[in-house]
Protein backbone atom coordinates (compact mmCIF):
# COMPACT_ATOMS: atom_id res chain seq x y z
CA UNK A 1 0.00 0.00 0.00
CA UNK A 2 1.76 3.13 -1.17
CA UNK A 3 0.89 6.20 1.40
CA UNK A 4 1.02 9.63 -0.12
CA UNK A 5 4.18 11.59 1.11
CA UNK A 6 3.62 15.35 2.34
CA UNK A 7 4.51 17.91 -0.76
CA UNK A 8 7.62 20.05 0.54
CA UNK A 9 6.37 23.26 -0.76
CA UNK A 10 2.75 23.13 0.57
CA UNK A 11 1.98 25.61 3.28
CA UNK A 12 1.65 23.59 6.65
CA UNK A 13 -1.42 21.41 7.42
CA UNK A 14 -4.62 23.90 8.11
CA UNK A 15 -3.32 26.89 6.39
CA UNK A 16 -4.67 27.96 3.41
CA UNK A 17 -3.28 29.93 0.74
CA UNK A 18 -4.97 32.68 -0.84
CA UNK A 19 -6.21 32.36 -4.52
CA UNK A 20 -4.56 32.87 -7.08
CA UNK A 21 -5.84 36.00 -9.71
CA UNK A 22 -6.34 34.63 -13.18
CA UNK A 23 -3.71 35.88 -15.24
CA UNK A 24 -4.69 38.88 -17.41
CA UNK A 25 -4.61 38.79 -21.07
CA UNK A 26 -1.24 39.07 -22.94
CA UNK A 27 -1.48 42.59 -24.63
CA UNK A 28 0.13 43.35 -27.82
CA UNK A 29 3.23 45.55 -26.96
CA UNK A 30 1.86 48.95 -28.90
CA UNK A 31 2.74 51.56 -27.56
CA UNK A 32 0.44 53.17 -24.53
CA UNK A 33 0.15 56.05 -26.25
CA UNK A 34 -0.63 54.85 -29.57
CA UNK A 35 -3.28 52.77 -28.40
CA UNK A 36 -5.02 55.52 -26.35
CA UNK A 37 -4.93 57.38 -29.80
CA UNK A 38 -6.61 54.40 -31.50
CA UNK A 39 -8.90 54.09 -28.39
CA UNK A 40 -10.74 57.78 -28.51
CA UNK A 41 -10.62 57.79 -32.45
CA UNK A 42 -13.38 54.02 -31.79
CA UNK A 43 -15.02 56.88 -29.20
CA UNK A 44 -15.46 59.52 -32.20
CA UNK A 45 -16.95 57.13 -34.40
CA UNK A 46 -19.30 55.52 -32.31
CA UNK A 47 -20.69 59.14 -31.45
CA UNK A 48 -21.01 60.02 -35.22
CA UNK A 49 -22.34 56.35 -36.49
CA UNK A 50 -25.52 57.55 -33.45
CA UNK A 51 -25.47 61.00 -34.78
CA UNK A 52 -26.18 60.00 -38.09
CA UNK A 53 -22.66 61.97 -39.14
CA UNK A 54 -19.79 61.04 -41.63
CA UNK A 55 -16.25 61.36 -40.86
CA UNK A 56 -13.32 62.23 -43.18
CA UNK A 57 -9.73 61.85 -42.08
CA UNK A 58 -7.51 64.77 -43.57
CA UNK A 59 -4.82 63.49 -45.43
CA UNK A 60 -1.88 64.17 -44.96
CA UNK A 61 -3.07 65.49 -41.34
CA UNK A 62 -2.05 69.58 -41.04
CA UNK A 63 -3.48 69.70 -37.46
CA UNK A 64 -6.71 68.58 -37.50
CA UNK A 65 -7.60 64.65 -36.73
CA UNK A 66 -11.17 64.47 -38.53
CA UNK A 67 -14.08 66.17 -40.45
CA UNK A 68 -17.24 65.84 -39.12
CA UNK A 69 -20.41 66.14 -41.86
CA UNK A 70 -23.98 66.54 -40.59
CA UNK A 71 -27.01 66.53 -42.97
CA UNK A 72 -30.40 67.69 -41.69
CA UNK A 73 -33.07 69.65 -43.30
CA UNK A 74 -33.03 72.31 -40.94
CA UNK A 75 -29.71 73.52 -41.63
CA UNK A 76 -30.04 76.94 -43.14
CA UNK A 77 -26.37 77.88 -43.76
CA UNK A 78 -25.72 74.74 -45.85
CA UNK A 79 -27.51 71.10 -46.35
CA UNK A 80 -24.29 69.49 -44.96
CA UNK A 81 -22.72 71.36 -42.45
CA UNK A 82 -19.19 70.17 -41.29
CA UNK A 83 -17.04 70.70 -38.31
CA UNK A 84 -13.20 70.44 -37.53
CA UNK A 85 -12.18 67.85 -34.78
CA UNK A 86 -9.42 67.81 -32.89
CA UNK A 87 -8.91 64.75 -30.37
CA UNK A 88 -6.81 64.64 -27.18
CA UNK A 89 -6.27 61.84 -24.63
CA UNK A 90 -5.25 61.66 -21.01
CA UNK A 91 -4.78 59.39 -18.12
CA UNK A 92 -3.24 62.18 -15.93
CA UNK A 93 -6.60 63.01 -15.20
CA UNK A 94 -7.76 59.41 -14.73
CA UNK A 95 -9.65 59.30 -11.61
CA UNK A 96 -11.24 62.65 -12.25
CA UNK A 97 -14.78 63.06 -11.54
CA UNK A 98 -17.20 66.48 -12.13
CA UNK A 99 -18.19 67.15 -8.87
CA UNK A 100 -21.33 70.37 -9.05
CA UNK A 101 -20.52 73.10 -7.78
CA UNK A 102 -16.63 72.13 -7.11
CA UNK A 103 -15.74 70.63 -9.54
CA UNK A 104 -17.06 72.47 -12.77
CA UNK A 105 -13.66 72.21 -15.62
CA UNK A 106 -10.69 70.18 -15.77
CA UNK A 107 -7.45 71.90 -17.03
CA UNK A 108 -5.50 70.57 -20.24
CA UNK A 109 -1.96 72.00 -21.77
CA UNK A 110 -1.44 72.30 -25.41
CA UNK A 111 1.37 73.80 -27.53
CA UNK A 112 0.87 77.59 -28.17
CA UNK A 113 1.47 76.67 -32.09
CA UNK A 114 -1.68 73.98 -31.86
CA UNK A 115 -3.73 76.05 -29.46
CA UNK A 116 -3.22 79.17 -32.17
CA UNK A 117 -4.57 77.24 -34.71
CA UNK A 118 -7.92 76.61 -32.85
CA UNK A 119 -8.40 79.35 -31.36
CA UNK A 120 -8.04 81.33 -34.96
CA UNK A 121 -10.90 83.55 -35.54
CA UNK A 122 -13.14 84.29 -37.77
CA UNK A 123 -13.15 80.54 -39.39
CA UNK A 124 -14.75 79.26 -42.32
CA UNK A 125 -14.69 75.73 -40.28
CA UNK A 126 -15.42 75.60 -36.79
CA UNK A 127 -13.10 73.79 -35.08
CA UNK A 128 -13.21 71.95 -31.74
CA UNK A 129 -11.26 69.98 -29.12
CA UNK A 130 -12.46 66.75 -28.12
CA UNK A 131 -10.28 65.39 -24.93
CA UNK A 132 -10.69 61.62 -23.84
CA UNK A 133 -10.16 60.95 -20.00
CA UNK A 134 -9.18 57.31 -19.60
CA UNK A 135 -7.53 55.15 -16.66
CA UNK A 136 -3.84 54.89 -16.55
CA UNK A 137 -3.67 51.15 -17.25
CA UNK A 138 -5.49 49.76 -20.52
CA UNK A 139 -7.00 46.96 -17.90
CA UNK A 140 -9.53 49.07 -17.43
CA UNK A 141 -10.20 51.27 -20.23
CA UNK A 142 -13.41 48.98 -21.51
CA UNK A 143 -15.69 46.43 -20.03
CA UNK A 144 -18.08 44.78 -22.58
CA UNK A 145 -20.71 42.22 -21.57
CA UNK A 146 -23.97 41.17 -23.38
CA UNK A 147 -26.14 44.18 -23.63
CA UNK A 148 -23.03 47.06 -23.43
CA UNK A 149 -19.70 47.99 -24.20
CA UNK A 150 -18.73 50.52 -21.76
CA UNK A 151 -15.65 52.47 -22.60
CA UNK A 152 -13.95 54.54 -19.44
CA UNK A 153 -13.75 57.20 -18.73
CA UNK A 154 -15.18 60.04 -21.06
CA UNK A 155 -15.16 62.76 -23.54
CA UNK A 156 -15.07 66.59 -23.40
CA UNK A 157 -15.66 69.07 -25.83
CA UNK A 158 -14.78 72.51 -26.14
CA UNK A 159 -14.91 75.44 -28.95
CA UNK A 160 -11.44 77.64 -28.44
CA UNK A 161 -12.08 80.41 -30.88
CA UNK A 162 -10.61 83.61 -29.57
CA UNK A 163 -8.81 81.30 -26.65
CA UNK A 164 -5.84 83.64 -25.77
CA UNK A 165 -1.57 81.90 -25.93
CA UNK A 166 -0.63 83.09 -22.33
CA UNK A 167 2.06 80.77 -21.63
CA UNK A 168 5.96 80.91 -23.18
CA UNK A 169 5.48 77.27 -24.90
CA UNK A 170 2.59 76.44 -23.65
CA UNK A 171 -0.93 77.17 -22.94
CA UNK A 172 -3.27 75.74 -20.43
CA UNK A 173 -6.62 76.03 -20.91
CA UNK A 174 -10.17 74.91 -19.09
CA UNK A 175 -12.21 72.46 -20.79
CA UNK A 176 -16.09 72.38 -19.34
CA UNK A 177 -17.85 69.26 -17.13
CA UNK A 178 -21.12 70.53 -18.89
CA UNK A 179 -19.48 69.41 -22.07
CA UNK A 180 -19.70 66.01 -22.41
CA UNK A 181 -19.03 64.27 -26.00
CA UNK A 182 -21.89 62.41 -26.90
CA UNK A 183 -24.54 61.59 -29.72
CA UNK A 184 -26.90 64.59 -28.56
CA UNK A 185 -23.95 67.01 -27.92
CA UNK A 186 -22.56 66.48 -31.46
CA UNK A 187 -26.22 66.64 -33.00
CA UNK A 188 -26.81 69.94 -30.87
CA UNK A 189 -23.04 71.41 -31.96
CA UNK A 190 -24.46 70.22 -35.49
CA UNK A 191 -27.60 72.39 -35.65
CA UNK A 192 -26.27 75.55 -34.10
CA UNK A 193 -23.77 75.39 -36.98
CA UNK A 194 -26.22 74.59 -39.40
CA UNK A 195 -28.29 77.74 -38.09
CA UNK A 196 -25.35 79.89 -38.96
CA UNK A 197 -23.94 79.52 -35.39
CA UNK A 198 -21.21 78.64 -33.40
CA UNK A 199 -20.57 75.15 -31.81
Not at 60 to 73: K, L, T
Not at 99 to 114: E, Q, W
Amino acid sequence: MALAQPDPAAPPSGLLTPPVPPPGPVRGTLAVTACMETLQIGYLHAVAAAAGCSLAQPFPDNGIDWHVSHSAPGHTADDEVTIKVQLKCTYQLGSWRAVPGARTSFPFTLDNDHLAKLARTPVSVHKILVVMIVPRTPDDWLRAGHDRLELRHCCYWTNLAGHPVTGRRRTTVRIPASHVFDDRALCEIMNRVGAGGRP
